[in-house]
């Protein structure tokens, strides 16, 4: 609990939830937000309708490389500042404060709190990238990290120990950053669940006029169109997986008919809400990934299990090489891997991070981190050293397409894999399965989280307005593919990714305004 006496509490602001809502055709909207996000949304839709797909790219991706080439340091000692942030607080007294008060308790289990918030922070990726990232990296497909020779032994140590950096501390950090502070102002200081909130410290009253709503503005549109990308890069993958198993060839109506399926199963989840949809998918995406883990662990065992300690000593021995910016000689190869993932990070960051705010009630701010921070990163180590291990091993080995011909194709490079070991056939089916379902949990948490926002941090906000949303971001999707196909795709996540130079100022905003509320706490 908090001292009566402290100025950031709501009690000391004007301010109630949902006094700038407007009640319409069952929607219950915060007026400016959601008008002027719905706005923006349908500008760029008209723009990317106008303007050829190629030429949209190539400017999107103009901007996009200007401002990692320019910012590439102030990114990577962003994500620095981060971790040592998140660690500071997980050893310091502020630890033990507990997120909704002292006598709040958790109102999910640990097994299904766990599942929902890595759905939604990175289940998707790592069934993209496990198998195509350690492999690029090994065989030099665009540069080596820390320039590497490409196909030797170091190499393979090198590409374990630089896929774990990218999907490790860091990226989680981030996300952990936003949540915590989220879910401290919301459940212990009483402010709407909203990114706005997060800067009372900073802007008193202002922050619930213009400043405010441009900040929730912005978390809408990266949310969205972060979404939108994923919904369009997902699909790739499994109308990829559908064409390498079943023979059904990867044409851009078959994508559309896997984002139409895929937002059409997120709507009934979103409907039925947290309880009913979201965690119910979640906890199923979790039984189907560590059945597949174990039964890859199990039939590819030498390379799969041998591999855990030599991802976790590359992980170690590189980590603060690869996070130092300076003086490097392989500038093209983190500007275009860590720069580029770090950006992407911190635009999906007020989606992920509210959304394991929303779930994240009762913890202690230790087992918050713990929770947020570490678990998911020694489970990333698990997942990333028997998928990765094994494509390593068989690039190595020269066997199979990955050790013929390379990485041709990002997106079926986790189907190349499975077909060198038993069952790879089952596997590839198991496997374009749960893609489906990580998609779904990311669309129907995104919608919850922009219903949240837009509903001026109502986190019940009306079921039309939940379907809205949820079917948007597959309209988005699937309109981009259908006009420009991947190079649309890619317009899009370049400009998302964009956004990230702003929100990385946002959040180091939010450490600086985070200890402001949490010194007020009761020691």
Request: contains cysteine; hydrophobic residues 55%.
């Amino acid at each position: 609990m908090s001292h009566p006496e402290d100025k950031y509490s709501i009690e000391n602001t004007d301010y109630t939830i949902g006094q700038d809502n407007v009640q319409k055709w069952g929607f219950d909207v915060h007026n400016p937000v959601f008008g002027t996000s719905a706005a923006l949304i349908l500008l760029f839709l008209a723009a990317v309708l106008l303007v050829e797909p190629a030429t949209a790219k190539a400017s999107l991706d103009g901007i996009k490389w200007d401002i990692i080439g320019s910012f590439d340091a102030f990114f990577m000692w962003s994500g620095n500042i981060f971790v040592l942030f998140c660690l500071v607080l997980f050893f310091s007294p502020f630890g033990k404060i507990r997120l909704g008060g002292d006598t709040a308790r958790a109102e999910h289990s640990m097994i299904s709190w766990l599942a929902m918030l890595f759905a939604a922070g990175m289940g998707i990726g790592l069934m993209f990238w496990a198998v195509a990232e350690p492999v690029a990296y090994l065989t030099g497909w665009y540069k080596t990290p820390l320039g590497v020779e490409a196909n030797t032994p170091e190499a393979a140590r090198m590409a374990m120990g630089a896929t774990m950096y990218h999907w490790g501390l860091h990226p989680w950090a981030i996300y952990a950053v936003v949540a915590l502070s989220l879910a401290f102002f919301a459940y212990n200081k009483g402010l709407p669940l909203s990114i706005r909130s997060i800067f009372y410290p900073l802007l008193g009253d202002r922050a619930w006029g213009w400043a405010g709503h441009i900040v929730d503005i912005l978390a809408v549109l990266a949310t969205l169109f972060g979404l939108a990308t994923s919904l369009g890069l997902g699909a790739q993958q499994a109308a990829s997986g559908l064409q390498h198993v079943f023979g059904i060839e990867s044409t851009v109506t078959v994508q559309i008919l896997v984002i139409v399926a895929v937002t059409l199963l997120a709507i009934v989840s979103v409907v039925r809400g947290l309880e009913g949809g979201v965690k119910v998918l979640s906890n199923i995406n979790m039984l189907v990934a560590v059945g597949l883990l174990l039964f890859v662990a199990v039939v590819a065992f030498g390379p799969a299990i041998a591999n855990i300690p030599v991802t976790i000593g590359a992980y170690l021995e590189n980590i603060i090489p690869l996070s130092n910016p300076h003086g490097r000689e392989d500038e093209a190869w983190f500007q275009g891997w860590t720069v580029f993932y770090w950006a992407w990070w911190i635009s999906w960051s007020p989606f992920v991070g509210m959304f394991i705010a929303r779930v994240s009630k009762g913890r202690t701010i230790r087992e918050f981190i713990a929770g947020v921070l570490l678990v998911p990163t020694a489970v990333t180590i698990i997942w990333m050293s028997v998928f990765g291990g094994i494509a390593i091993e068989q690039v190595m080995a020269k066997v199979g397409a990955l050790g013929t011909e390379g990485l041709t194709d990002v997106p079926l490079a986790m189907f190349q894999m499975f077909d060198q070991l038993p069952l790879g056939h089952v596997l590839s089916v198991i496997a374009i399965v749960l893609v489906l379902v990580f998609f779904i949990t990311s669309s129907d948490s995104g919608s919850l989280v922009i219903d949240s926002i837009t509903a001026g941090g109502k986190i019940d906000a009306p079921v039309p307005q939940r379907i809205f949303w949820a079917a948007i971001e597959g309209a988005i999707a699937a309109a981009l593919l259908w006009i420009g196909g991947t190079e649309a795709i890619q317009a899009l996540q370049a400009g998302a990714i964009s956004t990230g130079l702003p929100f990385t100022f946002v959040l180091l905003l939010m450490c600086v305004s985070l200890v402001m509320g949490l010194r007020t706490e009761k020691r």
